[in-house]
């Protein structure tokens, strides 16, 4: 791989995070760019590469298994009444250009292709900046437009027939530890009490890390959170949970999710403390 494939992050003159934009993929991993490995500010790495759980999961990224039938998420398909099925159906996420790359960031133009025709157009911004001496937060926004000619729409499982499993949007698929890492919001505990609700933050808990997921607009904030920690360790926001999501063409869809990223396991005071801080204007 050149270093014309790759983007390193640094926060203080750290590196937290290195941007891979053309990885050499199999066409069944819904190819696309990916950061991984993303760390703390000690160096504890808090991000997993395609993990014998679940291979088609790759660092912190968008990926959506649903655009109009294509697969931008990889692996297998739900197909309604026929459950998870192998298809011939996977897109590819193209990197074109930086319009913008500095060491704490960079803004991107993408490409999404489904048998051979270009989809969606995705603006990417990517900006690391640091909280304190123990955490950092990652500013991740996408915005797709529909480059067609005809009204495209986002689904996940869950608007295909799978109740719970509405994945879709940014992810961040998490290191996985000898046992499942705590999550929590500020009122609420545990996986099944959080996975499907809507909540200002997230945080995910490993043994010397947290990980703290924040809805950064009011569109956003409207997504239901898709949690998993038992099964694996990852946390999601969902651009299609009840029904799905139309884009008309020439429109576009906009989410913005900021990530506090902490050393050490931090309270629910500290987590809402940096996230203000992280999200303020």
Do not use: C
């Given at each position: 791989?050149?270093?014309?494939?790759?983007?390193?992050?640094?926060?203080a003159?750290?590196?937290?995070?290195?941007?891979?934009?053309?990885?050499?993929?199999?066409?069944?991993?819904?190819?696309?760019?990916?950061?991984?490995?993303?760390?703390?500010?000690?160096?504890?790495?808090?991000?997993?590469?395609?993990?014998?759980?679940?291979?088609?999961?790759?660092?912190?990224?968008?990926?959506?298994?649903?655009?109009?039938?294509?697969?931008?998420?990889?692996?297998?398909?739900?197909?309604?009444?026929?459950?998870p099925?192998?298809?011939?159906?996977?897109?590819?996420?193209?990197?074109?250009?930086?319009?913008?790359?500095?060491?704490?960031?960079?803004?991107?133009?993408?490409?999404w292709?489904?048998?051979?025709?270009?989809?969606?157009?995705?603006?990417?911004?990517?900006?690391?900046?640091?909280?304190?001496?123990?955490?950092?937060?990652?500013?991740?926004?996408?915005?797709?437009?529909?480059?067609?000619?005809?009204?495209?729409?986002?689904?996940s499982?869950?608007?295909?027939?799978?109740?719970?499993?509405?994945?879709?949007g940014?992810?961040?698929?998490?290191?996985?530890?000898?046992?499942?890492?705590?999550?929590?919001?500020?009122?609420?505990?545990?996986?099944?009490?959080?996975?499907?609700?809507?909540?200002?933050?997230?945080?995910l808990?490993?043994?010397?890390?947290?990980?703290?997921?924040?809805?950064?607009?009011?569109?956003?904030?409207?997504?239901?959170?898709?949690?998993?920690?038992?099964?694996?360790?990852?946390?999601?926001?969902?651009?299609?949970?009840?029904?799905?999501?139309?884009?008309?063409?020439?429109?576009?869809?906009?989410?913005?999710?900021?990530?506090?990223?902490?050393?050490?396991?931090?309270?629910?005071?500290?987590?809402?403390?940096?996230?203000?801080?992280?999200?303020?204007?």
């Open positions: 791989m050149t270093p014309h494939d790759t983007a390193v992050l640094r926060v003159g750290r590196p937290v995070g290195r941007y891979v934009t053309r990885p050499e993929l199999p066409a069944r991993l819904s190819p696309r760019p990916y950061l991984h490995p993303v760390t703390t500010l000690a160096g504890t790495a808090v991000t997993e590469l395609s993990p014998a759980d679940h291979t088609h999961h790759l660092g912190v990224g968008v990926a959506v298994p649903d655009v109009e039938g294509a697969n931008f998420w990889g692996g297998r398909t739900f197909v309604r009444d026929r459950g099925t192998e298809l011939d159906n996977h897109g590819a996420q193209r990197h074109s250009a930086f319009q913008l790359r500095d060491p704490d960031g960079f803004v991107e133009e993408l490409r292709v489904a048998a051979g025709a270009e989809l969606l157009r995705e603006r990417r911004t990517v900006a690391a900046t640091e909280l304190t001496a123990f955490a950092w937060a990652l500013d991740f926004t996408f915005s797709l437009t529909n480059v067609t000619s005809r009204p495209l729409s986002i689904g499982p869950a608007t295909n027939g799978r109740p719970g499993a509405a994945y879709g940014f992810f961040w698929r998490a290191r996985k530890e000898s046992s499942a890492p705590d999550v929590f919001t500020i009122d609420r505990d545990g996986e099944q009490e959080i996975h499907g609700s809507r909540a200002p933050w997230v945080a808990a490993g043994s010397t890390w947290t990980l703290v997921f924040a809805g950064a607009t009011e569109q956003t904030r409207l997504d239901p959170w898709f949690v998993r920690a038992q099964e694996y360790p990852g946390v999601g926001s969902s651009l299609a949970a009840g029904e799905r999501l139309p884009i008309p063409p020439g429109e576009t869809a906009v989410r913005r999710i900021v990530t506090v990223v902490a050393d050490g396991r931090i309270s629910r005071l500290e987590a809402a403390s940096l996230v203000r801080k992280a999200v303020s204007p």
